[in-house]
Nanobody, 121 residues
Framework: QVQLVESGGGLVQPGGSLRLTCTAS????????MGWYRQAPGKERELVAR???????NYADSVKGRFTISRDNAKNTVYLQMSSLKPEDTAVYYC???????????????WGQGTQVTVSS
């Protein structure tokens, strides 16, 4: 069973920066992709950034040019470097991992606890 643990959130002023970290542990086998979602109160959980095992990255339009996703594959870890933060970035940020099974199927790991990011003056 795979466990995802997120960290690095906190309170930051507009224009500030934070780096989020997520580490996957347990019976992983092979990871197809790692990424980040976020969810504000009363809002749907939305994709922020994704990185495939081939190095392809995708970003939500709202964060392009400000956020950077990166991975340390040896540690099963994904990072999200966030700069020029805005109040609308305030949300709980969740790690997302797709596990490649032995039969060639991609299945999502259970959501972790998330990490709170609050952007406010």
């Amino acid at each position: 069973q795979v466990q995802l643990v997120e960290s690095g959130g906190g309170l930051v002023q507009p224009g500030g920066s934070l780096r989020l970290t997520c580490t996957a542990s347990g019976s992983i086998g092979s990871i197809y992709s790692m990424g980040w979602y976020r969810q504000a109160p009363g809002k749907e959980r939305e994709l922020v950034a994704r990185s495939s095992n081939g190095g392809t990255t995708n970003y939500a339009d709202s964060v392009k040019g400000r956020f950077t996703i990166s991975r340390d594959n040896a540690k099963n870890t994904v990072y999200l470097q966030m700069s020029s933060l805005k109040p609308e970035d305030t949300a709980v940020y969740y790690c997302h991992v797709l596990i490649r099974t032995a039969v060639g199927k991609n299945v999502p790991a259970p959501w972790g606890q998330g990490t709170q990011v609050t952007v406010s003056s």
